[in-house]
């Protein structure tokens, strides 16, 4: 799962994210209510572990501005406020499930797992198109002209961030971030690499490119004109 942790106490934030890192999960952090908003309208994860109490925005208003927003990620309120209408409060918010601390991370790590069966909106998409390009989110299939495209996985998270931003120019720093899940520059050619491969999968004998360097920039994915 991608998961957004939402915590201004960095040893908590810092146990937090490398637990469900050791877990398997896909994690991104923030500190502040602003940075946490921003975050999560500009990016798509399956989770959000809110703290209550967090600088500027706090995890109620947070949660009611995505819910105006009509953002339905499921949220997991993790705080120290555990009183009965504080739960009250955290759920009517929009809040999915409630763990007051101190906690397990064996407990958290469950309500997560749990979380994350729930069956999301149905309005949910589950099939990226672009052109004659279909990215399913479900069964993790690619096609192309209808052919199966075969993909490692660090492939297909790399062509599903691209076809999630179509039209968009993505940064190197972007794409470190998103389908590494790295927070600094490790000076390979890491990137490139797979943007090669995966251009060689995608858009060799298909026909029109659809993966197009934007040079000084990053890279694009876009139909043809």
Not at 4 to 11: F, G, M, P, Q, R
Not at 31 to 40: H, I, P, S
Not at 103 to 110: C, D, P, T, V
Request: aromatic letters at 6%; charged letters at 25%; proline letters at 4%.
């Amino acid at each position: 799962m991608k998961i957004l942790v939402i915590e201004d106490d960095a040893e908590t934030a810092d146990y937090v994210v490398n637990g469900l890192r050791e877990a398997g999960h896909l994690v991104a952090k923030a500190a502040t209510g602003g940075e946490a908003l921003t975050t999560a309208m500009e990016e798509d994860f399956d989770l959000l572990i809110v703290d209550r109490m967090i600088p500027g925005l706090d995890g109620l208003r947070l949660v009611r501005a995505l819910r105006a927003a009509e953002r339905d990620t499921p949220v997991l309120f993790l705080t120290a406020l555990g009183g009965v209408e504080d739960r009250v409060s955290g759920l009517k918010a929009g809040g999915d499930d409630y763990l007051v601390k101190p906690f397990a991370f064996s407990e958290l790590s469950a309500r997560v797992a749990a979380l994350g069966r729930r069956p999301r909106s149905t309005s949910e998409v589950v099939t990226l198109r672009v052109h004659d390009l279909e990215l399913n989110l479900l069964s993790r299939s690619v096609r192309r002209r209808g052919e199966p495209i075969d993909l490692q996985p660090r492939e297909y998270r790399l062509l599903a961030y691209l076809m999630q931003h179509a039209g968009q120019v993505v940064t190197r720093t972007m794409l470190l971030e998103n389908v590494w899940d790295l927070h600094f520059d490790p000076h390979t050619n890491v990137v490139e690499t797979h943007v090669s491969r995966l251009r060689s999968k995608v858009d060799k004998g298909f026909g029109p490119e659809l993966i197009h360097t934007v040079r000084g920039a990053g890279y694009c994915l876009r139909a043809p004109a």
